[in-house]
T-cell receptor, first 114, second 114 residues
């Protein structure tokens, strides 16, 4: 069975600090996708990134970066120079190759204080 | 990307009644999914809506409680039947468009049962 664990329930930092959100996953599949979504207070899910299991390259998009390590089954997300607008709940998710239905972690509530 | 419209965006319902949530996509998609997010919790897959056949339900969810229709490749409905306060949640529709794309989500329906 697939499982995603986000051990950090809540994180609170001061604006401009860097913050890393942890995600550890379990799957028996050799091919799979990993995702990160942002859920602001309005409730919608905003897609941030998809990574397939073949690609272990780290990715950077502006202030966001992702570190995928297959050896430790982790897909961590770092926000550099955090801003108040980054305050949201962040979900890590996993899907089978081609299945598109997702298994979500419990989410991490990130609060950026001015 | 896919544009997904969910209706209603929110509702307050009396216990014992039923609510039908609509999900409309701007183009044909193969896969449509319904998720539930209970207050302060993560997202849990309710079922996969299959076009032309019965929905496929996940463990813990049954058709009598959550009947689903999918009359074509751009539309689906989820009904929450005989509601109780425990059904108060955000219900989200999701679609996938091929195995190489991210899953797209509607803005969600915030349901409160009183």
């Amino acid at each position: 069975a697939q499982k995603v664990t986000q051990a950090q329930t809540e994180i609170s930092v001061v604006e401009k600090e860097d913050v890393t959100l942890d995600c550890v996953y379990e799957t028996r599949d050799t091919t799979y996708y990993l995702f990160w979504y942002k859920q602001p207070p309005s409730g919608e899910l905003v897609f941030l990134i998809r990574r397939n299991s073949f690609d272990e390259q780290n990715e950077i998009s502006g202030r966001y970066s992702w570190n995928f390590q297959k050896s430790t089954s982790s897909f961590n997300f770092t926000i550099t120079a955090s801003q108040v607008v980054d305050s949201a709940v962040y979900f890590c998710a996993l899907s089978e190759w081609g299945a598109q239905k997702l298994v979500f972690g419990q989410g991490t509530r990130l609060t950026i204080n001015p | 990307s896919a544009v997904i419209s969910q209706k209603p965006s929110r509702d307050i319902c009396q216990r014992g009644t039923s609510l039908t949530i609509q999900c409309q996509v701007d183009s044909q998609v193969t896969m449509m999914f319904w998720y539930r997010q209970q207050p302060g919790q993560s997202l849990t897959l309710i079922a996969t809506a299959n076009q032309g056949s019965e929905a496929t339900y996940e463990s813990g969810f049954v058709i009598d409680k959550f009947p689903i229709s999918r009359p074509n490749l751009t539309f689906s409905t989820l009904t929450v039947s005989n509601m109780s306060p425990e059904d108060s949640s955000i219900y989200l529709c999701s679609v996938g468009r091929g195995q190489y794309t991210e899953a797209f989500f509607g803005q969600g329906t915030r349901l409160t049962v009183v």
